[in-house]
């Protein structure tokens, strides 16, 4: 089986001008046979500001939610854009809290003790609410360590989306939380990027999770001039990169990053 993938629904379809719904979007483009659904990221204050637009998303079959501020979205966090994921958090299709975390690339433009209150805010409100926690942590690892520790019991879920740190740091995160889990996106594809084919060897195969960051990210596979933005469906391909990786078969990987998925977020 597929499982369950992680995207933002709400960016691919404004990007290949899709108004369906997401069964339709499915039979457009292909999706495998054992695609069986996937989580969407609300993390960009404006896809969650109208109740209408993502209450639709969440209404499909097979489409669950996450709901939080991005970094890069920091320097706007207030009390009311709290509130609102706060009200986001409650429908029962709201599985997680996130994307929240750290980013101090210089794609940032939030200041990094901005970032760390509006993150510290978010992770506190994870626990106040019984959610895990999606976090996104770009040249941050230090900092987004000692905020998670301060912040979370050590048992906490946590989702560590798109991580591209390395092996060392990774083993630091699962000494402090034993419930954490590293998201793998299609750059395990890419040939260059070394540093994520070593994480796909050295980080158990039931520390991984599978995720696309669509639209972004399209796997080498399929990239060409009329694959211009990823979908949950292309998540295959990061599979059978990571099960050539590790020397194992595909059914393997799909088995037990979907075993890791029902574990993290319960569906």
Same mark, same amino acid.
């Given at each position: ?18 108004? /369906? ?65 706060? #009200? ?7 599985? &997680? ?24 805010? #978010? ?11 999606? !976090? ?17 019991? #050590? ?44 994480? &796909? ?19 080498? #596979?399929?990239?060409?001039?009329? *694959? ?6 292309? &998540? ?5 990169? +990571? &099960?050539?990786?590790?020397? !194992? ?10 075993? *890791?998925?029902?574990?993290?977020? /319960? +569906?």
């Amino acid at each position: 089986m597929d499982g369950r993938k992680c995207f933002k629904c709400e960016y691919v379809f404004e990007r290949l001008r899709h108004t /369906g719904s997401l069964k339709e979007f499915q039979t457009r483009y292909s999706f495998p046979p054992n695609f069986e659904g996937c989580i969407t990221t609300f993390c960009d204050p404006a896809a969650f500001s109208s109740f209408g637009t993502w209450c639709d998303v969440l209404s499909q079959e097979n489409v669950w939610g996450t709901f939080g501020c991005h970094p890069h979205s920091a320097k706007y966090y207030n009390d009311d854009l709290e509130a609102k994921i706060i #009200q986001c958090l409650d429908h029962p299709k709201a599985i &997680a809290l996130g994307e929240v975390g750290l980013d101090y690339s210089s794609h940032c433009t939030s200041p990094p003790e901005v970032q760390k209150e509006v993150f510290t805010r #978010q992770a506190n409100w994870a626990v106040t609410l019984g959610k895990p926690l999606v !976090v996104h942590c770009r040249d941050a690892e230090a900092d987004t360590l000692e905020i998670l520790k301060s912040c979370l019991p #050590q048992d906490w879920k946590i989702h560590l989306h798109c991580y591209t740190g390395s092996s060392a740091f990774a083993t630091k995160f699962f000494q402090q939380f034993p419930n954490l889990f590293i998201g793998m996106t299609a750059v395990v594809t890419f040939g260059k990027a070394t540093n994520i084919h070593e994480l &796909a060897f050295d980080v158990p195969l039931e520390k991984l999770l599978l995720e696309t960051d669509a639209p972004y990210f399209v796997p080498s #596979q399929v990239a060409d001039k009329h *694959n211009k933005f990823s979908n949950p469906g292309m &998540a295959i391909f990061t599979a059978q990169r +990571i &099960a050539e990786i590790r020397g !194992v078969a595909l059914e393997e990987v799909l088995e037990t990053v979907r075993k *890791n998925t029902a574990y993290v977020y /319960g +569906i």
